[in-house]
């Protein structure tokens, strides 16, 4: 909260400052133009790029209502454009009507979703009190047993547990009602925003032209088409499989004979998008259910299910549809899947991985970046990048017929103790 009071202030007294620097040195940028451009070091555009990302994080919280909604359809708009495309020039349709035919059609693909999971979750709510009471049951009997085994006395938190849950009922009613219309609020401006991008794609790619320059048109075509490309795959692949983890794991919660299958097996294709986090949320909620309904046993065995299911999934499933387009290591999914969910929740959580592949995308293609792009990649890429490098270097050895000391990269050691100068050349399979 300080932060957000201070950031506009903070904000406004550097730009004052740099409109007196401005002011003060009314030649500068003509005494930068002909100095002679020198190298900056490693750390300074490190420090830049970090500050670079410090203000882009600080505005992306500030224009979270905006930005987030904008973002998804960007990504929707990729996934519809070969359709888009279809309508418009093999349909002879124009351009408004392609767009807007796309969007209706998407629309409705999402709204019978909604449907289905509504009548799920109305069922559910007609057998809640049922499932209450079996759950209130199952506490009565835990609380039991701490007492008897453990001599704890728990009665006051009980107590005062229900007093909370008593006094958060009174306003459920009126929370959820915020939620579905902030909800629906939020698809609606994603669906007049993918219209828009749809429609006003080429005006688009025109200003990033234009902003970048004559001399970087290649480079922004090829970034637009690299991340047009891949996004479009990534984001069919992640529909295809969700449909595929929705169909297995509805056939074994039928199997199981779980009442809600089909609301469960929805429950957990959608949280499956979240890398990590997402699968135990929906086997949590799964596990719930079924424990209100069936028992524990039951409820232990649709745990294991999903996390069957989970596993089958990441090595699988995954690698043969959605395929190694994103190929981004664990550790910066999962902090870029903590930095979503603190800058943007749910949605924050849901876009880590496409708005990460973006930014990999991009640092891959500028030179001063690409060190920066290859710490977002995994090992396969890096072992790439060493084996290359150490080809470079024999075919450079080779065209000179010279080989300094500097270029050996292990002097191994003969059987007499002598130092030897064979060259070893790395394995890829070797770890660092």
């Not at 998407?106 to 999971?117: E, S």
């Not at 007049?192 to 970048?212: C, E, G, M, P, Q």
Request: with cysteine; charged share 15%.
């Amino acid at each position: 909260m300080l932060i957000k009071q201070l950031g506009p202030t903070i904000v406004v007294a550097i730009f004052r400052k740099i409109a007196y620097i401005h002011a003060r040195c009314n030649n500068f940028f003509t005494i930068y133009l002909y100095m002679k451009p020198t190298a900056l070091p490693y750390y300074a555009k490190f420090a830049f790029v970090l500050i670079i990302l410090l203000c882009i994080g600080y505005m992306a919280i500030l224009g979270k209502d905006l930005l987030a909604p904008l973002v998804f359809s960007f990504l929707f708009a990729m996934l519809l454009l070969p359709l888009a495309r279809f309508l418009q020039y093999k349909c002879r349709l124009p351009r408004a009507a392609a767009c807007m035919l796309s969007v209706i059609l998407f629309t409705a693909f999402v709204v019978l979703i909604g449907y289905l999971i509504g009548r799920q979750i109305s069922n559910l709510a007609d057998d809640w009190p049922k499932i209450q009471a079996e759950l209130t049951q199952i506490g009565d009997q835990l609380h039991r047993w701490l007492v008897n085994e453990f001599h704890m006395n728990v009665n006051q938190q009980i107590n005062s547990a229900k007093k909370e849950a008593n006094a958060v009922g009174a306003s459920v009613i009126g929370s959820t009602f915020l939620s579905v219309s902030s909800i629906v609020l939020f698809l609606v401006f994603i669906f007049i925003y993918t219209f828009f991008v749809l429609f006003y794609r080429k005006i688009l790619i025109s200003f990033l032209l234009k902003a970048f320059g004559d001399d970087s048109e290649v480079l922004v075509f090829d970034v637009a088409e690299q991340i047009q490309y891949i996004m479009k795959k990534y984001i069919s692949g992640l529909f295809l499989e969700m449909i595929t983890v929705c169909v297995i794991v509805f056939g074994l919660l039928t199997f199981l004979g779980v009442k809600y299958a089909f609301l469960l097996a929805l429950i957990t294709c959608i949280f499956n998008l979240i890398p990590y986090v997402g699968i135990f949320t929906a086997m949590a909620i799964s596990a719930f259910l079924t424990l209100g309904t069936l028992g524990s046993t039951k409820a232990i065995e649709v745990a294991a299910s999903i996390v069957g299911v989970h596993l089958i999934d990441s090595n699988i499933i995954m690698p043969r549809i959605v395929g190694s387009k994103v190929r981004l290591n664990a550790l910066v999914v999962v902090l870029g899947v903590v930095v979503g969910e603190m800058i943007w929740g749910i949605s924050g959580m849901f876009l880590a991985i496409p708005v990460m592949a973006i930014i990999k995308i991009v640092f891959d293609r500028i030179d001063g970046l690409k060190p920066w792009g290859l710490l977002f990649g995994d090992e396969t890429e890096y072992e790439t990048v060493l084996v290359n490098t150490v080809a470079d270097k024999s075919d450079l050895q080779e065209e000179t017929g010279t080989k300094k000391e500097e270029d050996i990269l292990v002097k191994p050691v003969d059987d007499d103790g002598a130092v030897g100068t064979e060259d070893i050349k790395p394995n890829k399979n070797d770890e660092i």
